[in-house]
T-cell receptor
């Protein structure tokens, strides 16, 4: 079964305590990305990765890091979380292509993060 | 950048009613997807529909790419249809695979 798996699903932490949210996909997709969802602001892209060792900033990258050492994994790292990073986070993956390829994006179940 | 507008912003239906949700976008797209976000926050992929019409049970969707809009039809609505419906598009260049989401339609289906 095609899956994007995020862990943990729920996380409560304190300001400044480093954390990592893992994301893994089993579809051999080249492209992976992270979004955050906030009330009134919708979903916004944080970082994306076109392939292994290729990452780039999305619209709201401040305070986040990512890595792509393996094709299937794309962890999101908060080195020093702050309360304004309290949000619902989604990982997504797709085949990378242009001009009409079926770039259906598959989303993980989401991670609810609260930073106190 | 590309703008994605959804209407109506919220909608209350009685169980069994039909509804049409609309998504307008401001530029050419090579990807358009409809999602349902359930009350637990999960994003469920409903349709990949950059053009044409598709149907899946009580749901169907139509995208008219030349006129830059897409419609999601829900027939014989059920309480389990409640949640937020998002339209998301990817720009025509396809270079980044970034999805731009609309602000969503909040649907409440009452028994």
């Amino acid at each position: 079964e095609a899956q994007v798996t995020q862990n943990p699903r729920y996380l409560i932490t304190v300001t400044g305590k480093k954390l990592t949210v893992t994301c893994s996909q089993n579809m051999n997709h080249e492209y992976m990305s992270w979004y955050r969802q906030d009330p009134g602001l919708g979903l916004r892209q944080i970082y994306y990765s076109m392939n292994v060792e290729v990452t780039d900033k999305g619209d709201v990258p401040e305070g986040y890091k990512v890595s792509r050492k393996e094709k299937r994994n794309f962890p999101l790292i908060l080195e020093s979380p702050s309360p304004n990073q309290t949000s619902l986070y989604f990982c997504a993956s797709t085949t990378h292509g242009t001009g009409g390829t079926k770039n259906i994006q598959y989303f993980g179940a989401g991670t609810r993060l609260s930073v106190l | 950048g590309i703008q994605v507008e959804q209407s109506p912003p919220d909608l209350i239906l009685q169980e069994g009613a039909n509804s049409t949700l609309r998504c307008n976008f401001s530029d050419s797209v090579n990807n358009l997807q409809w999602f349902h976000q359930n009350p637990w926050g999960q994003l469920i992929n409903l349709f990949y529909i950059p053009s044409g019409t598709k149907q899946n049970g009580r749901l169907s969707a139509t995208t008219v790419a030349t006129e830059r809009y897409s419609l999601l039809y829900i027939s014989s609505s059920q309480t389990t249809d409640s949640g937020v419906y998002f339209c998301a598009v990817e720009r025509g260049s396809g270079a980044t695979n970034k999805l731009i989401f609309g602000t969503g339609t909040l649907l409440a289906v009452q028994p």
